[in-house]
């Protein structure tokens, strides 16, 4: 670390020019050594003797600003879809992130200790009181974002924290002073804003988000936190409570939660109807309002899908399960790489029950609709929302299709899977560009035809198809060999799409001649 400047305090910035000084030689060109070296000085600050209030506010704020241009480019490299990183690159971009979020949080809130009565030279702090609350629920924020990201447990301190100092700002008569959080564009807010921003994007069902929608809805939930509203009472708009004297998550209003002077209310209020105009301006124009700041360049279909999935969980009545959850004590077994699932679902595989890519996992929950597992450990790093797998109860005997919607960690660090069956079973199949190659010599594109819950027939319905990525087009019909026939396919829906698959619904138009 850098060394240490002797003055009255051992701090080195405890002097405005040793500050420029240890400023100037901080780390450039490498952003994980910056943002280490800025957390141990965040931390050190908290330790260091003989510094005034005043003089801890001014170095925490210089070293808030000496890390916004590495932190940002540390999350865009993790966001980025150019570049596959390894598993250990992304494992050190989240633990920068969540370290210096973690220590920037505690230093306002050290600073904010200051500020209480008896602490000699506080009073010059005391005007600053909303602004340094609002930065410390702003980095404790981040650090909670950064902590959904990778679907990991919250640790309930985190909650406890963020509840003691919106507490903290009731009591200072503060929660709804404006103020300027930081210099420059949307620097506008006040405290229950902010508490509010990290309250709405813990009940936004953000673990079944991928990164980038992620990203997009952790903005969205910034810029729509002027909606959202807050209430010592049961109010409308007010589907979730908090209590701000209990280290615990915020939770749905499911049953009548017993009144405390700690207990409030709050919900989405009209950001719900401000997401569904967005949504039409979007399906009108084609793009996303210019005032929508996302903090990127996002497609537009990215944004109305990020969009779609907050005003579900924005409306009036959230959604619940469609299927009611049984306990299960069972286990399946699972692939996930698209040329196995081909094989192995359309049953032209050998057994490969004993193969080292079959992972086991355990079922603690399942409905019509799925299961709830957990995974001991997880082969590779392919694990994450929206991955295709290829599933099998233990004590079955077909495959089915399924895909990962909702990951998330329990404090025993375990990842726990929410799985939506798309089809058990199905049938390979070939498929071709129509009016392309002849079918008879061409090799084609290997597809699964997924079995169908309706009644429908080859020559007139519809059928889904579970093809390798970029197969599908909306504007390409597709012949398709199956039984020994050929068949004509005009494109209707593309359902699902992932990194290595397509899955769509076509409409069977006539047998191919």
């Not at 673990?207 to 936190?225: G, H, K």
């Not at 569904?276 to 990215?302: C, F, H, M, R, W």
């Not at 409306?315 to 790489?337: G, K, M, N, Q, Y």
């Amino acid at each position: 670390m850098l060394g240490w400047n002797k003055n009255k305090s051992d701090h080195p910035m405890a002097e405005d020019k040793s500050a420029r000084e240890f400023l100037a030689e901080l780390p450039e060109g490498d952003p994980f050594k910056l943002l280490e070296e800025l957390s141990f000085w965040l931390d050190r600050t908290r330790s260091s003797e003989e510094l005034k209030p005043q003089r801890v506010f001014e170095i925490v704020d210089q070293l808030d600003a000496a890390g916004k241009s590495d932190q940002r480019k540390l999350a865009q490299e993790y966001l980025s879809t150019a570049n596959r990183r390894s598993r250990f690159q992304e494992q050190r971009i989240w633990s920068t992130q969540v370290e210096f979020w973690r220590q920037l949080g505690a230093a306002y809130e050290f600073c904010l200790d200051k500020i209480l009565p008896g602490v000699s030279g506080g009073g010059a702090l005391k005007p600053h009181a909303p602004t340094i609350t609002c930065r410390a629920i702003r980095a404790l924020t981040l650090e909670l974002k950064w902590l959904l990201v990778r679907y990991g447990p919250i640790d309930p301190t985190l909650w406890g924290r963020l509840g003691a100092l919106y507490a903290r700002a009731e009591q200072g008569g503060f929660p709804l002073k404006p103020c300027t959080v930081y210099p420059g564009p949307g620097g506008e807010s006040a405290v229950q804003r902010e508490y509010l921003k990290a309250l709405m994007l813990s009940m936004s069902a953000t673990d079944c988000l991928l990164p980038r929608q992620f990203e997009v809805a952790e903005r969205i939930v910034s810029q729509f936190s002027e909606y959202f509203v807050l209430q010592n009472q049961l109010a409308k708009g007010c589907h979730y409570h908090v209590d701000l004297a209990v280290a615990r998550a915020p939770a749905r209003l499911v049953a009548k939660v017993g009144v405390t002077p700690t207990v409030r209310y709050f919900g989405p209020g009209t950001a719900g109807d401000v997401a569904q105009k967005v949504i039409a301006t979007i399906a009108s124009t084609g793009a996303y309002p210019s005032d929508l700041n996302l903090g990127g360049n996002y497609e537009p279909s990215l944004v109305t899908e990020v969009l779609h999935h907050l005003a579900r969980y924005w409306a009036p009545i959230p959604p619940t399960r469609a299927d009611e959850r049984r306990r299960s004590v069972s286990r399946i077994h699972v692939v996930h790489d698209f040329d196995q699932i081909l094989a192995i679902v359309s049953g032209e595989s050998a057994d490969l029950s004993s193969h080292d890519s079959i992972e086991t996992w355990t079922v603690e929950n399942e409905s019509e609709g799925g299961y709830g597992a957990v995974i001991a450990q997880s082969k590779g790093d392919w694990l994450k929302v929206g991955a295709l797998l290829g599933i099998k109860r233990e004590d079955g005997t077909a495959w089915g299709v399924g895909i990962v919607r909702r990951l998330t960690s329990g404090s025993g660090q375990q990842p726990y899977v929410g799985i939506q069956t798309l089809a058990k079973g199905g049938a390979r199949v070939k498929l071709f560009p129509a009016g392309g190659r002849n079918a008879a010599v061409s090799p084609g594109e290997d597809a699964v035809l997924l079995p169908s819950s309706k009644s429908e027939s080859s020559r007139t319905g519809e059928l889904s198809l579970l093809m390798r990525m970029g197969t599908f087009s909306p504007g390409q019909s597709l012949q398709m060999r199956a039984y020994e026939r050929e068949y004509l396919l005009v494109p209707k829906e593309l359902l699902e799409g992932g990194e290595d698959f397509d899955m769509a619904t076509f409409r069977v138009m006539q047998r191919a001649a």
